[in-house]
């Protein structure tokens, strides 16, 4: 799988000219390609000082390792794992801490559209491992029991669930922290220049050969087609779609976005892009209009200064946020990217 298709699977793409991945990278310019956070994580990257480049992206792999090892449900000793395990209050680290302190703020400013508390559910629909399924409507209601933003209260470090049985996932937001992080890492080691993207969380860091990064936001409908493109500077771009994970049944299709107030993935929009200052705030902005839809999602985003959004709802149709427009590249409508 080629680095364009990879970045194109993640809902963005990098617009670059025509064979540049494989042909004329920048000089000084270096991409490299991890597999982290249960997905295909890219770094490019420009240093004033050629010999310090490697140091400076291994760096920010290993800061994104290290958050992984934090907030993966599936290790052990995460502090997402103790969590789950824990009869009631536990202290995280002050990374998880700060993630779980995020989400709560857009879990009370969305009204539960964002919810932190849903591991049950998410268990329950297997829809991160091989055998997604449609659960009994009585089995939803079991895993939606205590869910809520009063679920999980953080005081310091120290985290309370409302009660023993609650699960907690904090995929919503901790894709996107991560990515905040490691480009933290690249600024400390003195990159100017950089675009991070952990399969649709991305970062733009200055400029690629004196102009904004341009990023093309896939279709959610059309495969290799691009539906706007817009250029960034030392911003977020964050999209989540109901095309990157799913299952078909009955002629219906089951994705990873789910409603809390049903259980059920919402079915109010096919994909979300939100722009904004920290990947992690674009992370679980995307996820809450997602489920909120056009009218609450972009009152919603309205508390955010500066942060901007593009929603396609299930009908196809385009909203956008008032200042979407000065974003948007103006001959990036329909350029096709395979
Ligand atoms: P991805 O980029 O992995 O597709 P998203 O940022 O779009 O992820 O968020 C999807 C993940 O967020 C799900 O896999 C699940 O862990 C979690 N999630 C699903 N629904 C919600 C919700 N309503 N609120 C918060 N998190 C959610
Ligand atoms: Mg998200």
């Known amino acids: 799988m080629s680095g364009r298709w990879t970045l194109l699977v993640a809902g963005l793409l990098l617009l670059l000219g025509v064979g540049w991945w494989v042909l004329s990278p920048e000089p000084g310019e270096v991409r490299q390609v991890r597999l982290l956070l249960g997905t295909t994580v890219e770094i490019v990257a420009v240093h ?81 491992g091989e055998q997604p399924h449609l659960p009994a409507v009585a089995e939803i209601t079991v895993a939606l029991r205590g869910s809520g933003p009063g679920s999980l209260v ?20 901790a894709k996107g922290y991560a990515v905040d992080r490691a480009i933290a890492l690249l600024r400390q080691h003195g990159v100017t220049s950089a675009a991070v993207n952990a399969g649709g969380d991305m970062y733009l860091l200055g400029q690629r050969q004196g102009r ?70 674009a992370d679980a902005l995307a996820t809450a209009l997602f489920v909120l839809g056009p009218e609450k999602g972009l009152a919603l985003l309205s508390a955010y200064p500066g942060a901007e959004a593009l929603l396609v709802t299930a009908d196809g149709a385009l909203h956008r946020s008032v200042g979407w427009q000065e974003v948007v590249t103006k001959n990036g409508g329909s350029r096709k990217s395979s």
């Open 48 to 128: 004033p000082d050629g010999a310090q480049l490697n140091q400076a992206v291994a760096a920010a792999f290993d800061e994104i390792a290290r958050i992984e090892r934090l907030m993966d449900p599936a290790r052990p000793n995460s502090d997402v794992a103790r969590l789950s395990v824990a009869a009631k209050a536990l202290v995280v680290s002050p990374e998880t801490a700060e993630v779980i302190a995020l989400g709560q703020a857009l879990a009370e400013r969305s009204s539960g559209a964002f919810d932190m508390s849903l591991g049950r559910l998410k268990a329950l629909w297997g829809l991160d």
């Open 154 to 173: 953080m005081d310091g470090r120290t985290a309370r669930k409302a009660a023993p049985a609650l699960q907690h996932d904090l995929g919503g937001v």
């Open 212 to 281: 904004p990064w341009r990023i093309g936001i896939q279709h959610p409908r059309q495969p290799g087609t691009v539906l706007c493109a817009v250029d960034v500077s030392n911003r977020a771009v964050v999209t989540s779609g109901d095309y990157e994970r799913f299952f078909e049944q009955n002629g219906q299709r089951y994705h990873h976005l789910f409603d809390p107030a049903t259980g059920y993935p919402s079915g109010r929009c096919q994909s979300v892009t939100v722009i904004a200052d920290t990947v992690a705030v």
